[in-house]
């Protein structure tokens, strides 16, 4: 019998942008992940269609599955040739339970190799603008769990720690912050030593507060903080409070609903501004192949005077079939290529292809009325997908421009991982960017249509996308301009 593999990756601090680039290989080979409780949802997008996701996250007080089930769970998938992936927040060695799963599975004989991710006791701190270490403040870094072992607090050498001087980090440390308190303070640590603690660090919905480590459980009170937190004790606590201010979109949610392969281009731009998104990618396309239809076009292009194309989906369908018939870009050379806007313009131009024709306005209606002003004396070859709406055709047949349609791609309604953080989001007052008509329906598709989107602002990157979130009956915003940077700047007014 085949044994698997398993390999147990480090998720980072929370930011899924923060998930090393061999950590989202690892999770795109998995057959199986089981994952954490603080895994942020969006991580999971990465394993590949079909892949079995495993929750067995753990609280505070409440363990969901034990970890004796979970060394079980890691046996039976590998014993069943089965290839896993452990993703684990923060590092996965570092007070997690990591060693104890390495050495379960070694001792078993199962091929096991380790993935690294970025610690919350460095990162978490550096993103409320502490550095650990800093010349003339700290020259070390003591790194510390403050768990509790029942109700007892966690037993730790404050002497030492007071004399070792550096920066101290502590982790799992809310439940016991007032017995770590005490314990400095009467180990001799300077009452008016600058302290912080830093809720879900690296997230939009980081919150931290900044005060002498003598009143400090009094201003964590104060503003209502939790966990998940890292606690940070020392002089360079000082720093944090110099940060420079929060980002535009700081703390606002958004929903991408963008297909998976599409959809980092816009979460990219809404991360950097400081937002806290959620790739929900609710649709495929997936190029039509074979395509009769559109190999017959390709192979008498001379006949039309036109190749329109209404996405950067269809560009990449059409080169699918193209590259089939052994042919390459210069099959166009009889037509003249028309693209609806700079996105599909730029995957022609990744193949070599340069559009004759791009409309002011990025949308049907606006290309069909450039079209018409170039008089064109032979059929159009429009290359959309199978749910395109009508609007494009109707306009040119209005205007006595001859066309013929070819669907060269399909787009599929998903349901992708997150439903239920997409569903607590809706409820919640998020965002949701819409690209596309058919991304409005089968966003609503895959949450139900009996979701109260009520609190839901739905940004849309056109005319078209809109009516239909207005069908939906979903509060609508529209960009000025059809493209992700206008569909930003949406979001951004709106904030």
Known sequence: MTVGTVTLVGAGPGDPGLLTLRGREALSQAEVVVYDRLIDPALLQWAQPGAELLDVGKEPGRHKVPQEEIGRLLLEKARAGRQVVRLKGGDPFLFGRGGEELSLLREAGVPVQVVPGV????????????????????????????????????????????????????????GSLESIQQGLLQAGMDPQTPAAVIQEGTTSRQRQVTAPLRRLPQAVAEKGLTHPAVLVIGPVCALGEQSSPALPLQGRRVIVTRPKERAGALSGKLRALGAQVLEFPCIETRPLSPCPPLERALSRLSSYSWAVFTSAAGVEAVWETLAALGRDARAFAPVRLAAIGPGTGKALAAHGLQPDLVPPVYDSPHLAQALLEQSPEKPLLLLRSDLATQLLPQALSQGGVPWEEVACYRTVFTCPPGVEQARDWVREGAVAAFTSAS???????????????????????????ERQARDLGLLTRTARTATLEGLVQCILEGA
Do not use: K
């Open 119 to 174: 610690p919350s006791a460095l990162a978490v701190p550096a993103a409320a603008g502490i550095p650990v270490t800093h010349r003339g403040l700290s020259p070390s870094v003591h790194i510390l769990t403050g768990h509790r072992q029942g109700r007892q607090p966690p037993a730790l050498n404050f002497p030492a720690l007071v004399q070792g001087g550096g920066t101290l980090v502590f982790l799992m440390a809310m």
């Open 439 to 465: 991304t409005v329906r089968a966003f609503a598709a895959a949450l139900g249509e009996e979701l109260d989107y009520r609190h839901l602002t739905a940004c849309c990157i056109g005319p078209q996308t």
